[in-house]
């Protein structure tokens, strides 16, 4: 199947199932939710240079395409030139991200894949390459753009976000250049109260004589 | 009765860890589906009677001292579906404790008795005449009392609190310290997470700890995966205990005359639908509503730090009344994963500054008196929460939403971010009306967030339109109780907790 007519036929499905609203089917992770598309996924559209990159051995709940989208979210997602914050590539962001995922349960899982994979390949019909391939800005700006989209484009930018975002936001070592507290009671050594008392019985038991 | 043994600290769990054969036989005088508000109370209050309660939780013991305070982590061990479960579009993300001790875990620790005129729809619509103010007040009077529930005082109002509540002053609008059940706040500012130092009054060191002290046997890790009944009467449930790898430990059968469910407004009517019970009048999973809530932050000019202090403070009653508007305003301290998820300034450069400022954002939350438009269904394999913001609610939702906006501004704000999908910044009061307007009611353009499930088996005195009699008996299988939010005939706009605890210890002395 040449790309063209994958083109098409991934458009015409996508079309179809907007107008059937058959691919909504979340289940939520984090904040945003969990694409789903009703039925199976697709092959890309076109190729990458990164096709060529395995993902890392720790990598193993995530496809390869799939970790060499979140790791380019993360890159277009998390600037930090001029401000005080970590730089993204010090934080396990895709690790993290890896491991949120590994709570869906299979049929989600399998269904949020492949929303990825749209995300990843739509871009071939604006751009010419896949969201991966694209350049910051224009990654930036794909994101935007589907912020503001069909309901499709808006979950699965959603989706990709929260992930990324709580991923790097989640690590201890980003909360020292926003003044972040992060856990407070061992610090203060906050002593633990325990149970409350038991409660003294109820008047109306009296008259019930029934109080243990 | 034998004798009483209240446990300062802590609580005695059986565990998977624990399961030591394949299969467990109990026998009860009640058995609780659930430890959160509506199990634990109704624990604690049949087991001082001397009756025989086995209390059974779907999720996991964590005792406080493995609280981690870090949100992520709380999300996946403390929260129903690891912090993942939504409604079925994805955009509203449904948030229940699944621990030993359920919501009342991670909860905001706010109490708001039900409204009178919510009491008075109940009793005109729903033929709830015993619902009276009068009648639940006694009630009321009692769980406060034993959870410690206050006014919160001036050192529990966090910076964010006083800087809304010095803006709703100069507005002219009605504004008022929260009520929450709490001893000695430690100010850490992570509720969500579960407080680390035992001060929250929830049911973990409350209720379950004073049932386990009059006898109850409380068991973790364990999933009812069917009510039993004979001769059309309750008669236990069949369990299968989890270990935490995901293997089963053993299967469990606990005999039982009398059996209460309370697993929450989600987990309870799927349970029923699974046993096919108590739906004679249809009603069971529907009529769901949860006070789908918003977290609107805002930016100030000098450092607010809204991880710092009592996470929720004050509340703005103004528009409490659904003739008023029907929607609340609070407070809420936020940490930094909380923020990510809260506002959408747009990508890049634009979210990282407004994360690098992080420390000068307060927010607001919004709660609607939601209509019960939704429902709970089961498939056979997995649940699902069917809810929409309904048409008739999206201008509420965007009424709360105006009032927070103009808040913030009042109080001083340069910045208000619309948690939509797209970038909308509100910086001046003529921007509040275009932005807000302009708003679609559609799946995934707001983020929306609800902590308060209910309706879902509802109370009522028509056996043809409800499923729970106002004593909490279904009406269709004597012996067959639910105490949780699932039985509220409608939403109540404010926070539930306190209605549960005291519907439920009616409801349980009602049985002894």
Partial sequence: MNSQFQARRVAAFWQRGMARRRFLKWGLTGAAGVAAVAVGGFAVLRQSPLDSQSAPDWANGLSDTEYHLFDRARQVLLPVAGTRLLNSDQVPVVRNVQRTLSYLDPTTRKELGTGLGLFDNAAVFSHGCRFVDLEDEAARAFFDRWGEGSVIQRTLASVIKQLVYSAYWQDAATWPAVDFDGPVSEKWGLAYLGNAPLPEAPASDSSRGSQA | ?512
């Fill in chain 2, 1 to 512: 009765m034998s004798e009483v043994k209240w446990q300062a600290s802590g609580l005695n769990v059986h565990q998977a860890s624990d399961v030591t054969q394949d299969r467990l036989n109990l026998d009860a005088d009640v058995v609780i589906v659930g430890s959160g508000a509506g199990g634990a109370v109704s624990a604690y209050e049949l087991a001082r009677r001397g009756l025989n309660v086995v209390v059974l939780e779907a999720g996991p013991y964590v005792p406080s001292e493995q609280f981690t305070e870090r949100f992520t982590d709380s999300l996946e061990t403390l929260y129903q579906d690891h912090g993942g479960q939504t409604n079925s579009s994805g955009d509203l993300l449904v948030l229940q404790g699944a621990c030993v001790g359920g919501s009342t875990v991670v909860n905001g620790c706010v109490c708001f008795r039900t409204p009178d005129f919510i009491l008075q729809d109940w009793q005109r619509d729903f033929g709830l005449s015993e619902l009276t103010e009068g009648e639940l007040a006694p009630y009321f009077d009692e769980v406060e009392k034993n959870l410690a529930v206050h006014d919160n005082g001036e050192h529990e109002i966090a910076r964010h609190g006083q800087i809304i509540r010095a803006g709703a002053r100069q507005l002219g609008w009605s504004v008022k310290p929260l009520k929450r059940n709490i001893r000695q706040c430690g100010l850490t500012g992570h509720c969500l997470s579960g407080c680390k130092s035992e001060r929250k009054q929830s049911m973990l060191v409350t209720y379950l700890p004073w049932a386990a002290a009059y006898g109850a046997r409380i068991y973790s890790d364990t999933r009812v995966d069917r009510i039993v009944t004979e001769g059309g009467r309750a008669a236990g449930v069949e369990a299968t205990i989890t270990r935490h790898d995901g293997s089963v430990a053993a299967s469990m059968t606990v005999t039982a005359p009398r059996v209460i469910v309370a697993a929450g407004a989600v987990q309870t009517p799927v349970l029923l639908l699974k046993s096919g019970l108590a739906n004679r009048s249809g009603m069971v999973g529907k009529n769901f509503a949860c006070h789908p809530s918003l977290y609107v932050p805002a930016r100030y000019p000098q450092p607010v730090h809204p991880w710092r202090g009592a996470m929720l403070g004050v509340y703005v009653d103004e528009f409490l009344h659904p003739d008023k508007g029907g929607f609340v305003l609070e407070d809420g301290g936020a940490g930094l994963v909380e923020l990510t998820m809260a506002a959408e300034p747009g990508t890049g450069e634009p979210f990282m500054d407004y994360m690098a400022n992080a420390k000068y954002l307060a927010g607001l939350v919004t709660l609607i008196h939601d209509h019960n438009v939704g429902r709970i269904e089961w498939d056979g394999e997995r649940k699902k929460i069917d809810y929409q913001l309904s048409d008739v609610d999206f201008p509420s939702m965007q009424r709360a939403l105006k009032a927070a906006a103009r808040l913030h501004l009042a109080s001083g704000a340069q910045e208000v971010y619309v948690p939509a999908s797209d970038r909308r910044i509100i910086r001046s009061e003529a921007d509040i009306d275009p932005l807000v307007n302009s708003l679609a009611n559609q799946p995934q353009h707001l983020r929306m967030v609800s902590y308060h499930p209910q309706g879902t088996c509802r109370m009522g005195a028509d056996p043809d339109n409800s499923v729970v009699a106002a004593n909490g008996e279904t009406h269709d299988v004597p012996g067959l109780y639910v105490t949780d939010a699932s039985l509220l005939p409608t939403s109540i706009i404010v926070n539930p907790q306190i209605t549960v605890y005291a519907l439920a210890t009616r409801i349980a002395r009602l049985m002894a």
